[in-house]
T-cell receptor, first 114, second 118 residues
Framework: AQSVSQHNHHVILSEAASLELGCNYS??????LFWYVQYPGQHLQLLLK??????LVKGIKGFEAEFIKSKFSFNLRKPSVQWSDTAEYFC????????????FGAGTRLAVHP | EAGVAQSPRYKIIEKRQSVAFWCNPI?????LYWYQQILGQGPKLLIQ????????DSQLPKDRFSAERLKGVDSTLKIQPAKLEDSAVYLC????????????????FGAGSRLTVL
């Protein structure tokens, strides 16, 4: 069965620090990959997605992620975080098949201090 | 466009009672999902509908959970009887689902219904 691992459950950073959140998935075939974000008190929102093509994907608010097929990884990065990036971040993977089932990781809670 | 609507936002019940959650997806979205998110965990898919048919309910505890999507639009998720471990946020999501690698396969989530079972 497919699974998604997020390495860090809690990350604390100061503003302007760089961010990298790890995500590994178990499926070896063609996958679609996603990062969702949940700001405090808000619903899950799509941050970025990878379907095919350039493995470096840019999303909203300066976030990017790199798909490395050989490492089964899809790590999220941001060069300089802001206090407003405080949120929980979820990596998700969709395997083959036409029914679009998303498997989520456990999430990483990011706290950015001013 | 209007988002995914869910109600109620919060519900507190005692164990062995029943509860129902309602979801109205984005207009025109063929696929509807119910996820369960327990505190400290990622969302787990309970059931997925394509129009009004179930395509995946492998993780739905069918002895106590049921869901329907009459007429292929809105959906109801019911728990009867509730257990303490059912305390969670129940998320509804929808997508267009026009093909395996289409940009339309992005899920849009509702705000969720938070259930507390005492």
């Amino acid at each position: 069965a497919q699974s998604v691992s997020q390495h860090n459950h809690h990350v604390i950073l100061s503003e302007a620090a760089s961010l990298e959140l790890g995500c590994n998935y178990s499926y070896g075939g063609t996958v679609n990959l996603f990062w969702y974000v949940q700001y405090p008190g808000q619903h899950l929102q799509l941050l970025l997605k990878y379907f095919s093509g350039d493995p470096l994907v840019k999303g909203i608010k300066g976030f990017e992620a790199e798909f490395i097929k050989s490492k089964f990884s899809f790590n999220l990065r941001k060069p300089s975080v802001q206090w407003s990036d405080t949120a929980e971040y979820f990596c998700a993977v969709k395997g083959p098949g036409g029914y679009n089932k998303l498997i989520f990781g456990a999430g990483t809670r990011l706290a950015v201090h001013p | 466009e209007a988002g995914v609507a869910q109600s109620p936002r919060y519900k507190i019940i005692e164990k062995r009672q029943s509860v129902a959650f309602w979801c109205n997806p984005i207009s025109g979205h063929a696929t509807l999902y119910w996820y369960q998110q327990i505190l400290g965990q990622g969302p787990k898919l309970l059931i997925q509908f394509q129009n009004n048919g179930v395509v995946d309910d492998s993780q739905l505890p069918k002895d106590r959970f049921s869901a329907e999507r009459l007429k292929g639009v809105d959906s109801t998720l019911k728990i009867q009887p509730a257990k303490l471990e059912d305390s969670a946020v129940y998320l509804c999501a929808s997508s267009l689902n026009r093909g395996p690698s289409s940009g339309a396969n992005v899920l849009t989530f509702g705000a969720g219904s938070r259930l507390t079972v005492l």
